[in-house]
């Protein structure tokens, strides 16, 4: 059995079941992911299969998105992260350069996300037409297995959304531009043909049915209700677990005034959430920061949404490792996912 062979093996054997008995065959979420790949870089050399170490040949590159190693059926994430094999063990794995938080007035969060709410609540439905569209940009950190792997470059993926009143569905997503630690990472990425560099977009078209959201209905426009609601298909633990099932509706829904009220009033009914402050996103737009730290993956994780000061719309999503890395590659504070919502509004027709 190869290495790559025998991982993807133990991702399917985790992995495999969760999909399987749930709605839609979806995959887990990401903090589940993360605590699957944690076990399995934890587990005692013993209990782990063999991996021959040789040398890797330029057939053996790939393209692997989230938290995953290898490709699998049951794995549907953009493709994200641009890395290869490579010997040297102690190289670091490339990351976003974090945010600059600016402290902001010493105010609890509940009490600003309720001033956020309450702007939200006034503004109009976005845009005109039934049809919801959005455009995102996302990243996530690939984790290092065995030393074998480096990332060399940060590869965004963009995915346009157009989901239709009766769920079908048209996407369309490429590659974003890439972002390279030092001159050495962009010059490495060159000269193994630049993975990950054709921005080609690809199109799906999903007819009614055809495309797994995670919620065919709308979002309660009240805290209370939301709060079970966003439970239905998220097995959420801690504070982190609602910031989370919150960047998963985000993705696939646009929100009216009412609905976008709920979702800042629930999170100011959240504890441990903390008014991080002004602060500018990657698209430099400014916006107010929320935190919370959560460890339900195996690691203290940062999540931070950032929300417009004025409309209360949801401008990006951030999670950071601050204390630790465990076993994965990163320099701390490591950035390993952000999500920037770019648009989010109704329209008329699809292309």
Do not use: C
Request: cysteine-free; aromatic content about 8%; overall charge neutral.
């Amino acid at each position: 059995m190869t290495d790559d062979e025998a991982i993807t093996r133990q991702l399917h054997e985790r992995w495999g079941p969760l999909a399987a008995a749930s709605r839609a065959r979806q995959v887990p979420d990401q903090e589940t992911k993360e605590r699957i790949l944690q076990r399995i870089l934890q587990e005692p050399p013993d209990q782990q299969p063999q991996r021959r170490r040789h040398r890797w040949t330029g057939r053996q590159r790939f393209l692997v998105g989230g938290v995953a190693a290898v490709a699998m059926a049951v794995v549907v994430a953009a493709l994200t992260v641009v890395l290869w094999p490579s010997h040297a063990t102690s190289a670091y794995a490339a990351t976003p350069p974090g945010l600059n938080y600016q402290p902001g007035p010493q105010l609890p969060a509940a009490t600003v996300l309720q001033q956020l709410a309450s702007a939200a609540q006034a503004t109009d439905r976005p845009g005109g037409g039934t049809v919801e569209y959005l455009r995102i940009e996302s990243w996530d950190l690939n984790a290092s297995i065995d030393g074998q792997q480096v990332t060399t470059a940060v590869v965004p993926s963009e995915t346009q959304i157009w989901r239709q009143p009766d769920d079908a569905a048209v996407t369309i997503a490429r590659y974003g531009t890439p972002w390279f630690p030092d001159d050495d990472a962009e010059q490495a990425w060159k000269a193994n043909r630049s993975p990950g560099s054709d921005t080609t977009p690809r199109r799906t078209d999903d007819p009614p049915g055809g495309h797994a959201w995670l919620w065919d209905d709308r979002p309660p426009p009240n805290a209370d209700q939301l709060r079970a609601w966003l439970r239905r298909n998220h097995n959420i633990t801690d504070t982190g677990g609602y910031f989370t099932a919150v960047v998963d509706l985000l993705k696939e829904r646009v929100l009216t005034g009412k609905e976008l009220a709920s979702v800042l009033r629930l999170l100011a009914s959240l504890p441990t959430v903390d008014y991080t402050g002004p602060v500018t996103d990657r698209t430099g737009r400014p916006g107010e920061a929320f935190s919370t730290t959560s460890t339900s993956g195996g690691l203290p994780v940062r999540h931070t949404l950032i929300v417009d000061r004025t409309s209360g719309r949801f401008l990006a999503y951030e999670r950071t490792l601050t204390t630790t890395a465990g076993s994965l590659n990163v320099r701390i504070p490591a950035v390993t996912s952000y999500v920037i919502f770019h648009d989010a509004r109704f329209t008329t027709g699809t292309p």
